[in-house]
């Protein structure tokens, strides 16, 4: 399966969680004939991963005017390395201008390989037609600490584990499938599809997969999906 599908990426498709959601998006812009990037939160500098990025208040008519693509759409350049992002409600108005897919990084993670969401985390659209939840399988053996989860205090209450404790592939199961965690304020009516990244090689597709499963045991999603998204055919598998 190729990943636009995987992941049913059209419509407005929001990334969540650690550990893949700018690869995630920038893969799929790549991928779908005519994306906007954008984003709900603050997002690095990325016009190197799109034709064009329009630094506007009015993001509807830049992606309706688009001659290239995909376009990126943000309202402000924050400082020399991101951009802002649009308050959640301005996403719709995205998503009615033309495009296949808008693509929207949805909260943030400072690149951990696991979160759990803060309180006013994500910002998902009510527009949203999908979400997906992210974690790295990477994450699978580490100590839960600040280096490698963002709130690791969260992350711990959730998987019911202590900080400091090693990562097993069920509390990263755990984390994705919560519905204060990867699932938190997912939209009615929205699919949410959780994805598995950095399965670089054949043993952590394996642990990656345990982690899909257990996704299933914990959660009703269509299915979970095992990538590398840096790889030239990124889903490894999908349980």
């Avoid at 990426?9 to 690869?23: D, F, I, R, T």
């Avoid at 005519?34 to 984003?39: E, G, L, P, S």
Wanted: glycine residues 6%; contains cysteine; aromatic residues 2%.
């Amino acid at each position: 399966m190729n990943l636009e599908d995987a992941v049913d990426a059209e419509g407005v498709v929001c990334a969540v969680g650690a550990g893949g959601k700018k690869s995630l998006l920038y893969a799929l812009a790549d991928r779908v004939d005519r994306a906007a990037v954008t984003a709900t939160v603050r997002i690095p500098i990325f016009d190197e991963h799109v034709a064009r990025v329009v630094v506007t208040d009015d993001p509807a008519a830049a992606v309706r005017e688009a001659a290239e693509w995909p376009v990126g759409v943000v309202p402000e350049r924050e400082r020399e390395d991101r951009y802002r992002g649009y308050d959640a409600d301005r996403i719709a108005s995205i998503a009615d201008a033309g495009a296949d897919a808008v693509l929207v990084k949805a909260d943030g993670a400072r690149t951990r390989r696991l979160k759990a969401p803060g309180e006013h985390e994500p910002q998902i659209p009510d527009c949203a037609d999908v979400v997906v939840p992210i974690a790295s399988v990477r994450a699978v053996g580490e100590p839960l600490s600040a280096a490698v989860a963002h709130r690791p205090e969260r992350v711990a209450e959730l998987a019911d584990v202590a900080v400091g404790d090693e990562i097993r592939p069920e509390d990263v199961a755990t984390v994705l499938a919560h519905p204060e965690g990867g699932l938190r304020d997912v939209p009615e009516g929205a699919t949410a599809v959780p994805l598995v990244n950095m399965a670089d090689d054949g043993a952590l597709v394996q642990t990656a997969t345990e982690i899909a499963e257990g996704v299933h045991d914990r959660a009703d999603v269509p299915r979970v999906v095992v990538t590398s998204l840096k790889a030239d055919e990124p889903v490894k598998t999908v349980v």
